[in-house]
């Protein structure tokens, strides 16, 4: 045995052979193969492993035979990476690009994406794509290693600037609710809730059981009765999107409704479905986006958007991102149902729904009214 030709030819001479075959593969005490094997045995082999990885194969006089792995190279960053496009801001789609290295054997790179130094790697689609949703630093960190070594790359950084004040006109929204809400009843039963919106309807309590109540903190519901608004009539809407503000204490009855814009026969809502936030709607075959569990006990803002002009599909997560998937079929979006609050045991802070005409405009969009949502 030996750990290298050098080191077989310095063993004594009556423990070498002149036809014997040496392994080699940089380890301490690399086998030779003793005997009467003849080289033809290995015509045709292109590559041996020993121990799991490629070695050489010498004859004794010191002739390779078989060559082995080529000496392992540390990685060298050959281009660093990148969050682009440079300059992105909130509402922009961003992509990471993790650059490369070379190295021998290929170097896996080790990455996270942070944000203020808290790893928001589990925003991103499979493509490393994400649509900023809040200001701060994003720094992406990427090494690459092998068994030769570490190479550590420049880290990308992205600044993120607070979204500018804007003044969102709620008035202009189809459907708002907040603290401030003129209600009907009294602070601890209400029976009406007036829709600070000019969608044309108001919200009248509904179903049996605990009471509705109106606190500082918004509208209370306690798993009895709901908020509705029925016989709605609506049309030419080819965009709408729902933006929610609330705290839910615990699982009610049944699966909530936490605010829904339902069209005939379809769904535009957000629901608690068994500890699962998920937004909803309906092609021609009902759809669910899963948004992940719910923060009981904490205020978080959700959402969803659906754009039949863009063949798009997206939700707001409370972890801060936005999903997107584009719909086999053609939602329906002309509600003719409002409801909030079924089998809700928790808080609506603010509940805003915007919809767009044909050829028109949204009066506020989607990422301004989450930005407003999230920062009061």
Known sequence: LAADYDSYQAMPENQRRHNDLVVVDGREAPPAIQGTLERALFDGVTRIWHGGRPAALLDARGVTLIEGAPPAV??????????LPEGAGIGDSIALDLGAAEATPPAAASWDLTLNGSSVRDRLDPDLRMVLSEPGE????????NAAGTAEAETALLQVAEPQATSIDYSQAAGYLHPGAAYAGTAAAVTGVTNGGNGG???????SGNAIAMTPAGIRFEDGRSLQAGGLTTGGIDAAFIVLRMVIDSYGSGVAQLFAANPSGGTFAIHNNNGTLQARYHDGTPRTIALGPVPYGQEFVVGIEIDNAAQRVRAYTPSGAILSETPAGTPGLNYVTVR???????TLMRAALFARPAGG???AGFEEVIADFRSA
């Not at 540390?74 to 969050?83: G, K, L, T, Y």
């Open 201 to 207: 309807w108001n919200l009248a309590a509904t179903g």
């Open 361 to 363: 405009a949204f009066s």
């Open 74 to 83: 540390a990685p060298a960053v050959i281009r660093q990476p990148a969050i």
């Open 340 to 346: 909030t609050g079924q089998y809700v045991r928790g």
């Open 138 to 145: 994003y720094a992406l960190a990427v090494s690459w290693s």
